[in-house]
């Protein structure tokens, strides 16, 4: 299968992007059910919203992080002004400037750099690493917007205990408190988020704009932050586009009080530098952030960016990260965890499914902290570039997914078998002339787009591709890139076999667009923990980041060996449970008098 992956910041964020959905599992039995046949789409873009990455400057410099020895030629306020023109006297470019650190980022020519590197303040000259994304109102709302995975967390119990669907008076919601999103961006059309937003920045531009969105290339990203920051907050009763028969209010995120910093930092593609993802570290702390949700990571991190992520920690602001979508399935054989998950200041979540299994791509190891939910998750993404997919014919509904890149609309024609595609006649010599429903298996030498743009030139005006695999579903399949295609879906080889008989027959295929998407990725997982994080700490904000940690992993639900294992961490993270034990005598941050009265730390926030 061809699958498309997020990419993400400095190096590889979770190591190689988003995991592709599986099958979604039926929504419990409390949840709407869909009127039609119309299957959340995991990778969901059919809009022609995608794009390489801008090319950085081609002048022969490479991004590097600068470190200065502390000593007599620093300033007591930073670093000495000739450290910086030391930089720009070589003829190189500094980007970012960290006094507290020591540290510059700059872009230096080969020759630049050796002689830099003589410089006696030199301390250490590192490289700027790729980060890539880890990938796989407060009134109204409805409990249909409380999905699978928020209730297997237990959030709604924490603000919505009678189940009405409205929030509790007084109940912790992350209310008051800030998490900052440190990601692709957000998009600001999106009603999940517009009250959430509490300011935002673009390092990719360096602008005021933090949209997932080129204002050079106008165009937008893949909506990997839209879909994290609105697992965070997103907000009930404001729902975009939904599949037919679904809760029209969409989702509400784990803290839906709380506010969100965006700090773009991942370009069109999902990559992005280690420097801007340390610079929006302290842009985040600036701006009053307690949480950083970095759904990001990359293999090659660096002695700055550890010491910039303990800074943060000894400054009051937790990083919460995602532990990597590079696992084997198998602890023992599974990569060691990406930075910044790794790194000890960090908490790192990994991913398991609606069962509590672990998922198979989800990274383990010693680092890590919790696990949250992280398969087929539904959550906001960019407006319509999700689709909900549909073929009939003949009166038979046949379940369908739409391939990535495809277009949307609404198509009936006569249903041709064109074999394999892969030839310029392969619908035969009396296509029908009005256009038809090209049905279209694997195999031949050609990929599947190469075979589109045969299909079409023929005369299809839309397209089904059977899945190769028997016994599976649709899958999940690619057209690679934006272009100007056809509605062009995928269907399980079981329904293909059915249509095969139907050759002839009138046929529709519909794609309708929607703003929300099912994805697969530790990305997922570490945003249900920031938004747990949020509801704790807005409960009791005189904690301390480790007392917030601490009560998280104290609380989580155990899924594997008493205590902490490395293919869990300390378990499922809690929010009810975790506020249950915030108010327990032996909870983080409960004074000695109380412990010792028995009459535990500090009521909750009202």
Known sequence: MNHRTWLGLAGLLACHGEVPSPPPEPPPADMPRPAQRCPFVGEGTSSPVRAAHAEEPRDGREPVLIRFRPGATVRARGLSRSHRASVEHLGGHVRHEWPRLHALAA???????????????????EPDGWVHAAGLPLEGGSTGEHTEALRMIHAPQVWDANGDGALDSGAPTGEGLRVCVIDSGWDDRHPELQAAYAGGWDFIEDDEDPRDYSSTQHLWGEGHGTH???????RPGSGGRVWPGYEPGGMVGVAPGASLLIARVLDLHGRGRMSDVIEALQWCRARGARIASLSLATAQPGELAKQAFEEALSAGLLPIAASGNAGTGDPETSPPLPYPAAFPSVLAVGAVDLQGLPASFSQSGPELGLVAPGVDVLSATLLGTASCSEVEAEGSGFTARDLDYAGQGNFTGPLVDCGTGDREASCGQDVPSGGFVALVAHGGSFDFARKVTLLMAQGARAVILINPDPGQDEGSFSLGAPGDWPPAVSVSQDSGTRLRALAGSSARVRSLPV?????????????Y??????????????????????????????????????????????????????????????STTAREAGAGPPPLRP
């Not at 630049?112 to 000259?125: G, K, Q, T, W």
């Not at 703003?515 to 945003?527: E, F, I, K, P, Q």
């Not at 940690?549 to 993270?573: K, N």
């Open 107 to 125: 872009r230096l020519r080969p020759e630049e750099r050796l002689a830099l590197a003589r410089h006696p303040d030199v301390l250490a000259i």
């Open 228 to 234: 994290v920051a609105a697992l965070i907050a997103a």
């Open 515 to 527: 703003d929300y998407a099912r994805l697969s990725g530790t990305s997922m997982a570490a945003a």
């Open 529 to 590: 923990v920031s938004g747990t994080a949020a509801l704790v700490w807005s409960a009791r904000p005189d904690l301390s980041p480790g007392q917030v940690r601490e009560l998280l992993q104290r609380s989580a639900r155990e899924l594997g060996t008493p205590g902490r294992d490395d293919r869990f961490g300390w378990g499922l993270v809690q929010a009810r449970e975790a506020l249950e034990l915030l108010a327990a005598p032996t909870a983080p941050g409960a």
